[in-house]
């Protein structure tokens, strides 16, 4: 059984001792020897941190794995097996002023969603090419696992521009899934959700208990107050006209476009309420409290805590991921892949989110037999519309095509406004968007 | 040569002198033997004014053709070979309403586009499968010329309904293109429009004069100030940066999606100013004047004044439609028809509007050569996702489906707004809503 | 765990020992009460034969199955789970002219590929649809695992024409896949074969070991003379230029059509020689002896030479596809379902024989992540042009639809061949061809 | 209006007087200044003849139009607004091979179709792609109007591999609606065919006579012995019950693929008869007349001989396309240009025949409104496919796709035969392929 080198970029996030938990739990299946945390200079002091506890957690599972701790990406990733991505250009500061600067327009202000969303892809994409040629370089045949969001927008980077292998993966359809089983009181491994779209707008368009389409049923349960949500969405209830006409399950992200009204009203309440903040203020402090955590020398597992920050499930969904490609399981899994005709109307060379094959060989979407309907098709498409041309501008730093996308966004209201939050995101991120050549 | 039957539904109209002129300017190549003007008992009196008016040109024109004025439809359809729409369920005071109703949630009103366009296409489309009923019966080959708006939506739902020969007719594209001639100060024989898109949502993709593509040059004079409009839309300029970065030509009514924030408080003000009101308000005060002067015996031509009230180029659009077929002139025009492929990732029993070559045959669409841009695929996507869930609900009915339509629509913020604007619309056009079985 | 009752239809045919030591096998996971073998009268000695070894074999297993032996099809599957068809209309006598009567124009006499496959379609697809009907009626929940031929063309008819749920199956892809596995030296379940095509016309497009493409090493073994190879197709060599230039792994049967000179040719002088005769006439033979050692009270277990009879691993691919229908298993199965866009250019609704995930909720195709080379698709769409004709013709009994079916197939040289062809196909089947309603 | 330059590559053909006619009737609505006819050395002696005779034509009709003769392709493209190629790699020589070699494995051998018209296109394509080179440098504006066989082939080739404005013109359609319009003694331009498909292989899906559909009546027309063909294929008539069934009107070529038997058999005949030879063969002695006559100083006419040659109606189809595009006429003619879709499952850089609005911006695609009929979709699937590699092949010279390009092609019955046609191919032309680098 070959032994596994995994690097971990972003390592000194504090969502690590999630994802070393998740490697110890299935360290039976996945031979790791090596686990590499790399992370920027900015980074360091988190990092060493979050690398101690690390050690500690390894050590208290009795097992022989070598953790390294590193601000030399390419000298880490040299041989890897592995590349799990979970960095956050500009960190929470950037993501703080995506959820701010839209909102002074009266437009969603959301990390991976609207201006906020666009302004991330357009300070990580260039890193994540330039991970890529580095992979290229050091590692070309070594799996790259994407948690970075906006995750559907880097992956679509990715397959667009280099040929490295690369699964997109976000835990929404898993926390999706799991919800539904624990609404329905049943194995998570009986329920199964036909999902179809894109990265935080994916529907479920039908559940089902194995045989049986229980679809009517979970949204009767939702409908009734069952979970169905994320930490860091507003938990807003769905109107049940709505849904039951639909007939399909949204997910949380969906708020975003289909109450777009009072969403944007709660977060400019809470950017207002110095008590409150918008989500990145909030989960600024809950970091803080966490990184206290992770120093005490008695910490070896990961901390109840840690559940708060969000991320519930993340690195199940990650390390199932890898473990399914590792040992070729021919699994069912949720991700980020080429739609290659799978949503008919959407470009084949674009990133859709759908049910996939995970084996040796990637990630192999299965068809949705038939179309997507078309209640969700048109605004599927406006958003890929955006998206494909959000890549575009990411990759060459082209202010026209970045005025189209912003414009073309089904949650910006006008070509004026377009042109203002545009003009706020480049002054703002400035420093991080080189290929703008803007001085 | 075949003597010719036309049938003019919603004949008391105010532009029918507009048409009318139009068959006595082309008599040439147009053997037409009877005109029918048909209208319902509410338009009587205004039939009767228009009528007279009617007859008098007739005469002027020294031609003999048969004026018939009648209430009778199914007895006027009879062995016809043309068959023009042109009428107005509810009239003017529905439109008033269409255009009124949405503001109060700050949502455009407008007689074609958004909730009020959807209002007029669910009072609209029953009456017109009723008359395609008639002429599938009394005159089978006829060949319907739609110019009820929403004449996308409207032609839509003639042909996924029924096997009636009909082309959905618009004067946008050819007032478009007569405009462009104009700032050019060529031809209008030179000016070549590759147009794509839907209806009253239809882009130029290019514009060549002969063989040179002219679209940049279009652009500058765009935003130099050509004027490039219709008379009933606001003519708020367009931002230079977007439209070159765009590089297409945009309808007027793109402002209602690109400048929606504007345009929504223009009308909000425009329908607060008790000294203006809303555009059907306005055109209702030309109307009362135009059938005044109508009624003098001495007119008897179409009196200038007609110009005011907007439709330019209707009767050529309309009357040159009818003599391309007639004269198996395979002529190209820019109409509504089935996509069939044309606009990729649109469906293709949906109707487009492009260009086609008019014979004998009736529409067939030319290639567009490639697709059209993502930059404002999403849009349509969007858009058409809506017309065919709103043609649905038309035909049947069906209140999920319409809160299904009103929701995808891009221009109703949320779902909450779209169930109120729902309650409204059913409410306020109760009587004109057969199919919804409200009580 | 729900009990199961199992139907197989065509139950006396020499195969069944097969599919009950399969069902036998997997008891327990597969929880098997009933077990149905229905036949016609004119097979009722057979059936009577075969069913009493049955109950033998069932007794020496020591299973409390029951085994019921009934010419009442209707009565047998009433509240049936599963239903497994292998029936042949006409018998083998029919198969034996299926297969000569095309030789006398130098074509193809074959029993699913050609006009003697489009003779047994027409053949059987009314029975089958007959079969749907009883179905629906009496267990409408039932999975029905068509394995009768030409299994495609028959799944295609049931899938168009009723809404039963229904897989095709064909022991083709898992005897490439094993003899794949067994030219390599490598376990059976280390290989993933994509594949892609129709029923006996599929390709592996590419052969995985693990991680690793080894379709040029397949190739190579294949033309160092490594078997992969049915019973019934004669073992023509491949040619090496060819299959390298192709790079893909052809089926036995693409042999018709690579090879389709020295295959008649073949064929003819076995059909002459009166000390071979076809395939069918050689089966006969091997029939009589099956069934002389059936009748053996001692016997009671499948006898080793009814491998000589040919359908290898038949029932280890449909009783493991039963099981992972029951079981929800989630597993990759190569079976025939409706296309819906996975091969590019086939119609939508159209079956295709490819890589599916098998679960409670029946066939889900994976994507290919691309389209078919350009270097098939064209014998393919041909083909496929050639069964959807086919399927309409046997459904409506069309004179007109089967010379168009017959003069499209790739393996009829002329229009006025195949009018001769169906001249003869007509006459020779007339009592089993009803729906031409011939006199 | 600007004078125009016209460019003739082959001018020594002895179907120039043909072009030069036309140029000379249509002399008021194409203002051309200059003819050059150019030729290669071998060809010189011709290209004088010819030149003189098109010299003495312009003369008779008065016109002041420089006619250059000249070897120097490069010098006469300089400026060219329209340039025809009309030239044939090899000469009659290499044709009579053409249709000699096939026939020794009993396969159809002919000029375009088949194996012949294989080694055609691999013979001329690279001399078409030099000639773009040559126009991209020192014309880029120019038209490339391309007579060349087999002429979907080459303007394939030209429109994958250059961006030359180049469009395919062929004389069998203009032929069929000629014959149709003189069968049904009605005007030509009453006539409207719905052609699609390839270049030789394409159908009239539809005939109207004005708004009648008359194809069912062409049918009996054509059943009942009226004249539908080309001079150099075999009249042989089509079968009634089958093209009743498949209502629509082949091309002549289509005898090629649905009487395969029969006109194979034929040419062997023709072939083996001293007194008669291939087509090419009867051509070169009929050419030798037409030189004979060409040369006489008294000859100022295109002399009626020349229609012996065939080629009827190939300067009214080139000289009216130059026309629609230098006037803009917005006409129809059936021409080959890019797919993008109008055939569904070809693809959309591929070459097909259809009705094509042709203006001063190029050839611009009808809609089929409706996808081809299955019944003949599979044919054009599998010719195409041949036609995609055939292309690679010749622009490559990749031994491997030419293998698989002609056992793809459904004329060829087996891989064995593709082999050996090719060894025989690649031997015959080779002092013409210099893309295979054969030593």
Redesign the interface.
């Known amino acids: 059984m070959k032994e596994l080198k995994v690097v971990v970029i972003g390592g000194g996030s504090s969502y690590t001792p999630e994802i070393i938990e998740g490697f110890l739990k299935r360290i039976s299946e996945l031979p790791i020897k090596e686990i590499h945390l790399v992370d920027i200079k900015e980074g360091e002091e988190k990092l060493s941190i979050v690398g101690s506890l690390a050690r500690r957690m390894i050590k208290k599972a009795g097992l022989n794995i070598k953790l390294v701790i590193t601000l030399n990406r390419r000298e880490a990733l040299k041989d890897a097996d592995f590349v799990v991505t979970q960095f956050r250009v500009g960190g929470l500061e950037a993501r703080a002023k995506d959820e701010r600067f839209p909102l002074k327009y009266k437009v969603l202000g959301q990390e991976t969603t609207g201006p906020g969303g666009f302004a991330k892809a357009l300070r990580t994409i260039p890193v994540m090419l330039d991970i890529c040629k580095d992979i290229k370089e050091v590692c070309p045949d070594a799996w790259l696992i994407n948690f970075t969001n906006p995750s559907g927008l880097v992956t679509e980077a990715v397959l667009k521009y280099t040929d490295i292998k690369c699964i997109g993966l976000c835990n929404v359809p898993i926390h999706m899934a799991m919800d539904v089983a624990n609404m329905l009181e049943v194995p998570y491994r009986?329920i199964?959700i036909e999902f179809a779209g894109l990265n935080h707008l994916v529907w479920g368009k039908k559940v089902?208990h194995?045989?049986k389409d229980v679809t009517k049923e979970v949204i009767e349960k939702l409908l009734d107050g069952a979970v169905l949500n994320m930490k860091n969405i507003s938990n807003l209830k769905w109107?049940g006209?709505?849904l039951?006409?639909?007939g399909m399950i949204p997910c949380p992200y969906h708020r975003y476009f289909?109450?777009?009204?009072?969403m944007v009203e709660e977060e400019i309440e809470a950017a207002e309420d110095c008590n409150k903040g918008t989500r990145a203020e909030q989960v600024k402090a809950v970091e803080k409290t966490l990184f206290e955590l992770y120093k005490s020398p008695e910490l070896n597992v990961k901390p109840k805590e840690l559940e708060k920050r969000g991320g519930a499930y993340y690195s199940d969904a990650a390390v199932s991921l890898i473990s399914a490609i590792y040992n070729?399981k021919?699994?069912?899994h949720t991700v980020n892949t080429?739609n290659?005709?799978?949503i008919?109307?959407?470009?084949d060379n674009s990133v859709i989110e759908t049910n996939c094959?995970i084996?040796?060989?990637g990630a192999?979407?299965?068809?949705?037999?038939?179309d997507l309907q078309?209640?969700?098709?048109?605004?599927i498409?406006?958003?890929?519309?955006?998206e494909?041309?959000a890549v575009e501008t990411a990759v060459k730093g082209d202010k026209?095509?970045a005025?189209?996308a912003l414009?073309?966004h089904?949650l910006v209201?006008?070509?004026?406004?377009?042109?203002d939050l545009l003009d706020d995101l480049l002054m703002i991120n400035k420093e991080y968007l080189p290929q703008f050549k803007l001085d």
């Open positions: 009986d199964f089902w194995k045989d109107d006209d709505f039951r006409a639909l289909y109450m777009t009204d009072k070729d021919r699994e069912i080429l290659n005709g799978i008919k109307g959407v470009p094959i084996d040796s060989r192999t979407p299965l068809s949705l037999k038939g078309i209640e969700v098709k048109g605004l498409q406006a958003v890929k519309s955006y494909v041309l026209e095509k005025l189209l414009a073309s089904p209201p006008s070509v004026t406004v377009a042109k």
